[in-house]
């Protein structure tokens, strides 16, 4: 027996304040702002900013081999207590930064900031959400990701005024220090594990609540376990179509230097990543909106946007900028349906039953095929000389994720009927 909360505020506003809290803090200052140290930090120990940023890559496997067990552990323990570790993992891999010489050094702080975002970057917002909110589920965690960008947008700016007027090694002591204020605070005192453990339901929408049973008993949670899922086609597919989304968000390392190519000049491609940076954040609401009446239509709005993006840039980019900025803002959506539409696709297809440990898998395969594809679009493009090929590959690849995605769906409809 479970009461529907009557107050003004449901608890879960709260655990949705810490999740945009901690993407705003703790996850952008550990992943989407840490390319502002690869070259002072570099240049002050003598190593080049390519090699400085194999850490990232250390990292990008930490977080690959963590997720295997980072579902399993967010299912079993509070997620109070587990955010918690992961926010205070990730202070003191950015804190141990500012002291280190040697670039094996850097990696151990990758491993760890890699385990705990395993967590936080992947598993976090889908789960947390999904437990503590009936509907709109898709716009609420659209929202939190959105945060991870409004972050870099703030902080990559501040980061770099601080580094230039006090150095590297400081930078790092004020991002550990915004993240121990920001984001352990949130885990702490706004995070709860699950409503049934505080007798809540999850908040339902005004238009909704006619569906939540007087009485309070809450309706059996729909989907299946862990195991059923891992015997079904469907899972392997949600993971290959993530795995996709994420091969082709890497082609972003690229744009800048494209660009560039085209002498259009630095300031030029810095402007297009800024576009790219506006259409990831206005990807993250429209995609969980969509996501919300379709998770269908939200799969086929990421992938088109990519496939126009990537084609507006590849073919018309060398006629103006203009035709550059267009193409980076619907690649920017693209961009955002790497961890919207993903995260909801697991949702509408396996249910929120063994969620979190569902979508440990599919976050598995992606972040291994972020971790090894970046080099090999590089060594296609030292190859061949040009971006163009690069470019025109990751076209194709797109359209091939918008196929094994229908596939995905329709075996995962089979998931469904059978369940009904």
């Known amino acids: ?240 179509y993530a795995g996709m989304m994420d091969v082709g968000i890497t082609l972003n390392y690229y744009i800048p230097s494209y660009v560039s190519s085209l002498a259009f000049g630095i300031f030029a491609a810095s402007t297009v990543s800024s576009a790219i940076m506006v259409g990831q954040m206005i990807g993250k609401l429209l995609l969980g909106y969509i996501n919300d009446i379709n998770v269908k239509m939200g799969v086929v709005t990421a992938v088109a946007c990519g496939i126009i993006g990537i084609s507006v840039m590849t073919f018309l980019g060398g006629s103006g900028i203009y035709f550059l900025y267009i193409g980076g803002f619907f690649y920017g959506i693209f961009f955002a349906g790497a961890t919207v539409t993903t995260s909801l696709m697991t949702r509408g297809i396996f249910g929120s039953k063994d969620y979190s440990r569902v979508f440990s898998v599919v976050s598995t395969v992606a972040t291994l095929s972020s971790a090894f594809t970046s080099a090999i679009w590089g060594a296609i493009i030292d190859i061949t000389g040009s971006y163009t090929l690069t470019l025109s590959i990751g076209i194709g690849m797109m359209f091939v994720t918008f196929l094994i995605g229908y596939l995905a769906f329709y075996f995962g409809k089979k998931i469904n009927s059978e369940e009904e």
Not at 151 to 171: D, H, K, S
Request: net charge positive; hydrophobic share 50%.
């Open 1 to 240: 027996m479970v009461e529907v909360q009557r107050h003004r505020i449901h608890r879960g506003f709260l655990v949705f304040a810490a999740c945009c809290a901690i993407c705003f803090s703790t996850v952008t200052l550990s992943f989407n702002t840490m390319g502002i140290f690869y070259t002072p930090a570099g240049t002050d120990l003598g190593i080049s900013a390519g090699a400085f940023g194999t850490y990232m890559s250390v990292q990008y496997l930490a977080m690959a081999v963590s997720m295997i067990f980072g579902g399993k552990i967010l299912h079993r323990f509070n997620a109070r207590w587990v955010l918690t570790g992961c926010c205070a993992m990730v202070s003191v891999g950015i804190s141990l930064m500012s002291v280190y010489n040697y670039i094996w050094q850097f990696y151990c702080s990758g491993v760890l900031i890699g385990c705990a975002n395993s967590i936080l970057l992947y598993l976090m917002v889908p789960t947390m959400i999904d437990r503590w909110f009936k509907d709109r589920v898709g716009f609420f965690v659209g929202i939190c990701l959105c945060f991870t960008g409004v972050g870099a947008v703030v902080f990559n700016p501040l980061g770099g005024w601080v580094i230039e007027n006090f150095g590297w090694r400081t930078g790092y002591l004020v991002f550990c220090l915004i993240t121990a204020l920001v984001g352990l605070p949130s885990a702490i005192f706004l995070i709860r594990n699950k409503p049934e453990d505080m007798s809540l339901a999850p908040w339902v929408s005004a238009k909704n609540k006619e569906s939540v049973p007087e009485e309070g008993i809450v309706s059996p949670v729909k989907g299946i376990m862990f195991n059923q899922a891992l015997r079904t086609p469907a899972l392997w597919l949600v993971a290959l």
